[in-house]
């Protein structure tokens, strides 16, 4: 999938409530920090501005060039998680928004726990079970009206339990402290922020339909779970969690 950073920031919630898991993390001054799925390096940069030393990683070379532009003074490198390789261990892995497009997860669990020196703790936060189901099966209608079948581009994402991704961060090793699912349901940015969630998120599905067709069927599918006060509302659910290295 390739990314543009350009229309990512019309999602600049994706940072934005992402404040607490920067809290959850704690940096400390002098810490070495590795940001997997670091996007344009928003949440990089506020980890930085704690004092820690930050390596910021992601596998979309646009993504990391938008990140470097941004943010000169900070290290940024395309890489994939789940091949990621260090000289020299990290005190903390920290992952928003990332975990739910790499698979498989326990290929990403294992290279995170690498990562890591002994006694180094992972924070992360991404999409958990039945994250955006609203919004993936207005899609679904939105296509069925064309005729089209689009299970296949919306599914696209890891969206697990928390016991199932509890288990797969203890068979890389890992101690789990938290894990945590919740619902997050957030505004999307502008009358069409539904439209614009669907470009950035599952451009795939724009190749098969009627774009203004779909588009308008997707909102007529929506509209009643998710326009709230005049405004698109995603029904996000995130898993967050907390784990060490033991």
Known sequence: MSW???????????HRLAAGLVDLLDPKP??????????TGELTKAIADRGAG????????????EAKRRFPGLEFAVADA????????????????ALHWIRPPETAAARMYEALRPGGRLVAEFGGGDNVRRVLAAAEAAGR?????????LHANYFPSTETYAEVLRGAGFE????????????????????????MFRPAV???????RF???????????LLRDGVWTADYRRIRVSAVRR
């Open 145 to 153: 009206a064309q005729g089209v079948e689009l299970a296949d581009v």
């Open 215 to 225: 588009f308008a069927a997707l909102e007529d599918a929506a509209r009643g779970e």
């Open 30 to 39: 002098g810490e070495r920090v590795l940001d997997v799925g670091c996007g």
């Open 206 to 212: 724009l190749e098969r339909v009627d774009v203004g």
């Open 82 to 97: 789940r091949t990621m390789r260090f000289d020299a261990p990290f005190d903390a892995v920290f992952s928003n928004a």
């Open 54 to 65: 930050t390596v910021g990683i992601d596998a979309s070379p646009e993504m990391i060039a």
């Open 176 to 199: 789990v402290g938290l894990i945590d699912l919740y619902d997050r349901p957030t505004p999307l940015e502008g009358p069409e922020g539904l439209r614009h969630w669907v470009r």
């Open 4 to 14: 543009d950073p350009s229309l990512y920031g019309r999602h600049g919630y994706v």
